[in-house]
């Protein structure tokens, strides 16, 4: 099926209700999909009209079979067609607003209001010696009337446009560049040039900054929203082989490559040379240990897993990793820690007291595997002692 373009040159030209009663002139130019006119061919043309808005209920249908002109033009009355619904002089014009819906060979070319202008009831009474501004002489075939700069007067119209040539009737919207023209002979104006820069597929601006919910970026790229839900900015590749996000600077670079602050306070940032600053740092997966650790890495059995700070009584006055501290004994205290330990941890305790070289400490595992261990306070004849001390457990948590 042919898909029709049309152009409707004098749809509503009525001067009154009782001419608009009788019918509606209509005349369109059909073309193919390729723009191509339909020359001496046959068309299917449907009307529907509408009442109170574009979708409202349908007060009258009918449909013409017509056959286009050498130019692809084909004219018709709308009311004189053959009725599927409805009766076309009984339309109620003045009670509501009306709609004309056009469908030619099954494409619906669109739904256009009926102006009120040709329902005024007003009309079919009204005559041209009627308007005040109106002076009619003895007026001629084909005048037309003309204003003189204080009334309307009888005069020849000076536009010949009976030369029954469709193409000279359209003009084409043509955008080029910035360019926007109308042709033929309808002018042109540039718009304004776009920010953005297209070079093939990529896109580029380097005109100032980009804000995303802000109009001041304050930055290159700034990225500001209230809270949610949701994270500002989201980084998603399902498939990838290099880097989500990669940060660089020239080699005399000094500055920030990341900075994290929560209000006015910087909670962590990586540097250019490599260093960082972190409050907290948690390893949520254990890390291997070794007998033999490499330079530069970082293993399990290196990092303490449990520290603290006891009075002589068994106070914990700071800690880290501690369940309890119990002392169990004069000079011995039984820790246990949140969690187990295997392997063999290294600890290390060492005497608070002012009097730390008279003191000896000792530490010990309770078990191979368990989350006690026991240090013992003597003075340096061997005679048990309470006493605060320190002490840090590295090891391999379990």
Known sequence: MNSIHHFIFLSLFLLSSSIFAQGINYQAVARKANGQLMVNESVKVQFFIHELNELGPIVYEETHSISTNPYGLFSLVIGKGISIHGNFSSIDWGSSNHYLEVVVNEVNMGTTQLETVPYSKVATEMHISHLTDVQVGAVEVDEVLKWNGTHWVPGKDQVDDNDASAFNELQTLELTGNTLALTPSGGSVNLPLPKWTENGTDISFSGGSVGVGTNSPGAHFAVSGSATSEPLVRFNQSFITSSILELSGPNS??????????????????????????????????????????????????????????????SILKNYGISSVNRVGNGIYRITLDKNITGHPVII?????????????????????????????????????NSHFFFIVFGEIQ
Do not use: C, H, M, W
Request: hydrophobic share 35%.
């Open 253 to 314: 670079f000094s500055g920030k490559f990341l900075q994290l602050d929560r209000g006015s306070n910087t909670v962590a940032s990586i540097n250019s040379r490599g260093d960082g600053t972190f409050r907290t740092v948690i390893a949520e997966s254990p890390l291997s240990s070794t007998s033999s650790p490499d330079k530069g890495k970082l293993y399990a059995n290196s990092l303490p897993v449990a520290y603290g700070y006891i009075s002589s009584t068994g």
């Open 349 to 385: 305790a060492n005497s608070a007291s002012s009097y730390a070289l008279d003191e000896v400490i000792t530490a010990n595992t309770v078990g191979l595997v368990a989350d006690e261990i026991e240090i013992y306070i003597t003075t340096g004849d061997g005679v048990a002692k």
